[in-house]
């Protein structure tokens, strides 16, 4: 009878570990829900058939696109990225600070296979750009300007020019 009750207390301490783990992970679990809890209302990822995901804080948007439906979770690593360590938004450097950081950081190291290795500290800018321009030549992700101005809609292809702040 001992032995069956810490059976059941066994497994239910390991089912709560388990949930608890879960949880734990959450934040990682993909690219897309991360940008929707970092940047909320101001992210739009599309819906199957249009691989697209769009940042817009303000009246400007940074659109990031892929020219057929390849894998949206790549096109999620690209944008999260690419918004963490290139976008000039004004407000990004304060939302950059905190628990995401250790996701993105997954992301990096997830796509960073080919990259030249640099010691930790120094030239990681290096790595970030390697991924950035590897995921947008394997899968050809497109980078886009846009601007809503009185009421319409504009916008340019930028493709990777501001990856010019990575030195």
Known sequence: MVIHAKGR??????LILSVGAIGAAEPTRGSSRTLHLWLGESIEIGEAGRPEVRYCPDNTCEVFRLPEEVSREVLSDFAL????????YSHLPELRQGKWASTVEAVVSRHST???RVPAGSGHQKVVRCVLETLASKHRVTVH???HDEGTYGETEIGLSAMGRLQ
Do not use: I, N, P
């Open 9 to 14: 207390v066994g497994v239910v301490l390991a």
């Open 81 to 88: 990225v690419y918004l963490w360590f290139v976008s000039d």
């Open 114 to 116: 080919g990259c030249e």
């Open 145 to 147: 300007f846009g601007r």
